[in-house]
């Protein structure tokens, strides 16, 4: 047998908390050149936490990720010109404490990374990055900001990132911070007193597709760890466990959100991934509008769709799919058993004509081509609560 | 979990236990703690021919597929028929009721080479301070 864990090698880089993984017997993996847990064998592992964070409420360290904040040069302005410019949202819709999905491109219409915005004051902005690309981001915001009256800070390494996760992820943090969490509506964030650590980004983001937020500590190990811990002791008696990348992979599978590389990345374009509505094409000019224009002048050549096998296999990353009449038409992006709905689940590009919903198709799973179906996606979500009361009116 | 000091391990962490003519196939608990959860398990037909070192099936857990190689040659008499239905029985039995294939083997010879219960508890007693090292 051969597995996917790693032993520890010196190469790989660290986050604040990665002594404390190991001493919680996590499985360790090699993640775009990052050593973090995959699975807590102590939490039951992958399916546990899965189920943890759908039905009660998880904690993952994400400190992998990267920060970089744009903010005011010598006139304001010039860093929300510059956040334009790099990204295809509108930041400029973006209330103080508020953020949005979003994504740097390439002047050809493909990814740079996907991104999230936040904007912390009018011209002040934090984009949270993805963790194998970040020497890439890095330099591609730089570079592309030159032009601009605005200030880059790469803050990657300045912050501890953990996601709470999960329906009573709200309960767990209420009782580590002054912050009021109950006003704070998805996507937007506030800044208050963690575990005693005072003026903490706390955002109701996630990549979970539950409800759930991401709270951002100094990267000072002893600290890091103490938050980690609280955390851990707010958070039993909801039934709280680290989770890993494992759980994290099959939870944003399941709400069907991008990840770098698979469903996005520098061959894809926004139309063919589906985010067009991240897009903003008439909020002016950013890099890969043009290319973007003129795409969608053309008919879609491939689009990401859901399938699930209908016979026994399981659709992984990078399989081929076919036809019913053997014609080779695309390929699984992602893939897994999916823990909430106990089917095997996948994300594909096809051509359009393959895309609706029931379209019967085949995947290659090693020797053997079984059949899938085009099904809705997302493959989960969260039901709906009645909204909370606007930020600003607590 | 013990490792059967009859059985024979291999440094891929499959098991195989001789009774009479018979070689039972199985992996080991390391191995099944390693891949986690088992989801799916694709085994040979009976009549198939194993070749030492060659990959005769796979076992899938959520996040992987792995492959499993043939700790000796020989031709499958059966195959575990419980494992479609519960393939957690890997999880929770690998030494047991997680038993992949039953073997004719081609050269009972062979086994000599592979490591004992005492020795495999070694062999992956040093991974483990290899992976946290």
Request: proline share 5%; hydrophobic share 40%.
């Amino acid at each position: 047998m051969d597995f996917v864990t790693s032993s520890a090698q010196t190469e790989l880089r660290k986050t604040p908390l990665n002594a404390l993984h190991r001493k919680l017997g996590a499985k360790m993996v090699n993640f775009g050149g990052w050593d973090m847990p995959v699975e807590y064998p102590s939490s039951g592992g992958l399916m546990a936490e899965h189920k943890a964070v759908r039905g009660g409420v998880g904690m993952f360290d994400v400190s992998h990720m990267g920060d970089i904040r744009i903010h005011t040069g010598k006139t304001a302005g010039g860093a929300l010109a510059a956040v334009q410019h790099l990204s295809m949202n509108d930041a400029s819709k973006l209330a103080i404490g508020q953020a949005q999905y979003s994504a740097m491109l390439y002047p050809q219409g493909t990814f740079v990374d996907d991104v999230i915005v936040h904007r912390l004051g009018e011209d002040d902005f934090l984009l949270v990055i993805n963790a194998g690309t970040r020497e890439k981001d890095i330099q591609w915001v730089r570079q592309n900001t030159a032009g601009f009256d605005c200030v880059v800070e790469d803050l990657s390494d300045a912050y501890t990132q953990i996601a709470i996760q999960g329906p009573r992820a709200v309960d767990v943090l209420q009782k580590l911070t002054d912050a009021n969490l109950a006003p704070i509506r998805n996507y937007w964030f506030t800044h208050g007193t963690v575990c005693g650590l005072p003026n903490r980004l706390i955002a109701r983001t996630g990549y979970t597709g539950e409800d759930g937020f991401e709270i951002y500590v100094p990267s000072e190990v002893a600290a890091s760890e103490a938050v980690w811990n609280s955390v851990i002791e707010a958070g039993r008696e909801f039934g709280i466990v680290p989770c890993g990348l494992g759980a994290r992979n099959t939870l944003r599978l399941e709400a069907k959100m991008a990840l770098y590389g698979h469903e996005i990345g520098d061959s894809i374009n926004v139309w063919e991934s589906g985010l067009d509505r991240y897009c903003k094409m008439e909020k002016g000019d950013f890099i890969g509008r043009l290319a973007l224009a003129n795409a969608s002048a053309a008919p879609l050549k491939r689009t990401l769709v859901g399938i699930e096998t209908v016979e026994r296999g399981i659709a992984r990353d990078g399989y081929r799919v076919f036809d019913p009449a053997g014609e080779e038409i695309g390929v699984v992006t992602s893939g897994s058993p999916s823990p909430t709905l106990s089917r095997n689940i996948a994300l594909a590009y096809v051509p359009p004509d393959f895309a609706a919903i029931g379209t019967p198709l085949c995947v290659e799973v090693r020797s053997q081509r079984i059949k899938a179906q085009v099904v809705p996606t997302p493959f989960y979500k969260r039901a709906k609560k009645p909204a909370p009361q606007a930020a600003g009116s607590a | 979990m013990g490792y059967p000091a009859n059985f024979r391990y291999t440094k891929e962490h499959e098991w195989v236990n001789v009774e009479g003519s018979v070689a039972t196939i199985g992996i080991t608990d390391y191995a099944q703690s390693e891949l986690g959860d088992v989801v799916f398990v694709e085994l040979p037909k009976v009549g198939a021919k194993l070749e030492t070192g060659k990959s005769f099936g796979n076992v899938e857990s959520v996040k992987a597929v792995s492959e499993i190689y043939a700790p000796a040659s020989g031709e499958v008499s059966e195959a575990n028929p419980e494992l479609s239905n519960k393939p957690e029985l890997l999880n929770s039995d690998p030494h047991g009721a997680g038993w992949l294939v039953k073997v004719k083997l081609a050269n009972a010879a062979e086994l000599a080479s592979l490591m004992d219960g005492a020795a495999y508890e070694a062999y992956i007693a040093q991974k483990g301070k290899e992976a946290s090292a």
